[in-house]
Each structure stands twice: as structure tokens, then as C-alpha cells.
Nanobody, 128 residues
Framework: QLQLVESGGGLVQPGGSLRLSCAASGFTLANYVIAWFRQAPGKEREGVSC????????YYADSVKGRFTISRDNAKNTVYLQMNSLKPEDTAIYYC?????????????????????WGQGTQVTVSS
């Protein structure tokens, strides 16, 4: 059974950093596109970043570009989201999701309906 487990969330001050991890089990992560989404209270879930199965192509939402970095270690079956210069508006539950690369471009792939496997989420709170 395909499972994703996020970790690394927590409380951090504005300007701080966190690294989220998404560990996969039950399948070979190297064959899948992985995405990070987030959902803030009272808001819709939104895409944050995606990485291709090879790791060669990435996509970032404008709101996190230049501050967040997605990476993957297929040998460890894990994807990471390094988050720097965190802002209060980054506060949300962060979810990782996986699916096969069914769409050619990473930008077009990186939307909620394209992902069928989801983790349970990890809370990130940015506050002083």
C-alpha cells in the first residue's frame, strides 16, 4: 500500500527555517512526481512546489520562489522541502502528494486533481 508520511513541521519565528520531509513506503518513489501543497485556516489548499521523478525539473509557486527548495533522495525514498525566510503567511498544514508523471510539464502536473496519493500533513506555524 502506497503511504506518505510528512515530518519536520513546527513553530518557528519569522525569518527562520524548517525542513519538511516526505517519506514514502509501499512504492518506489523514483517513479513518481512529488508535490507539496499547503492549506491555511479558512483557505483552499494550494500548490507550493513539485519535483519530477528524476529530480531534474522543479516548480515553485510565486509566493515561495527564492525561499523554498524542493529536493529528493530516491535512495532514501524521501522528498524534502527546505523552507527559508519564513513568513507568517506561510503558516499552514503542509501535505506531500505523489503520482505518476502523467502530464508532460511539471507546471501543469502540479495541481491537486493530478495527485491521488496524499500524506496526513504536518503543521507549520510561523509566529513571533
Amino acid at each position: 500500500q502506497l503511504q506518505l508520511v510528512e515530518s519536520g513541521g513546527g513553530l518557528v519565528q519569522p525569518g527562520g527555517s524548517l525542513r519538511l520531509s516526505c517519506a514514502a513506503s509501499g512504492f518506489t518513489l523514483a517513479n513518481y512526481v512529488i508535490a507539496w501543497f499547503r492549506q491555511a485556516p479558512g483557505k483552499e489548499r494550494e500548490g507550493v512546489s513539485c519535483i519530477s521523478s528524476t529530480g531534474l525539473t522543479t516548480y515553485y509557486a510565486d509566493s515561495v520562489k527564492g525561499r523554498f527548495t524542493i529536493s529528493r533522495d530516491n535512495a532514501k525514498n524521501t522528498v524534502y522541502l527546505q523552507m527559508n525566510s519564513l513568513k507568517p503567511e506561510d503558516t499552514a498544514i503542509y501535505y506531500c502528494a505523489a503520482d505518476l508523471p502523467r502530464i508532460t510539464t511539471i507546471r501543469a502536473m502540479c495541481v491537486i486533481p493530478n495527485f491521488r496519493s496524499w500524506g496526513q500533513g504536518t503543521q507549520v506555524t510561523v509566529s513571533s
